[in-house]
């Protein structure tokens, strides 16, 4: 099953790139340590969520290893990103690969 390049997920609609820490990360545990070290001042229970959902999110997808893992940390990324302004980057527009709760994401 072919899917789109996850990486065009990293542009908001203002055409910024989203920052990222690595070119890629060995596993979500990796993953969910940086994002961890990147948002100091979110708590440790709503990254791990971010993550769970993504993670969530990627497998319902259907994606896999490297491609769920860059997949999931736009995802993730976004949601904490959105967290942390205090609403959407882009003016308050829903963004791409935003997360909903939809209580289905495993609990942290």
């Known amino acids: 099953m072919a899917h789109p390049d996850p990486t065009e997920l990293t542009h908001a609609r203002v055409g910024k790139p989203m920052e990222r820490c690595c070119k890629s990360h060995a596993d979500w545990p990796t993953l969910t340590q940086h994002l961890i070290d990147a948002y100091p001042a979110i708590t440790l229970e709503e990254i791990v969520r971010a993550v769970a959902e993504a993670k969530t999110a990627t497998d319902t997808m259907d994606f896999g290893g490297a491609e769920a893992l860059v997949t999931g940390e736009v995802l993730a990324r976004r ?13 308050g527009q829903p963004a791409v690969g935003t997360l909903q709760a939809s209580g289905s994401a495993p609990t942290p």
């Open 79 to 91: 949601q904490l990103l959105e967290r942390t302004a205090g609403g959407s980057p882009d003016g």
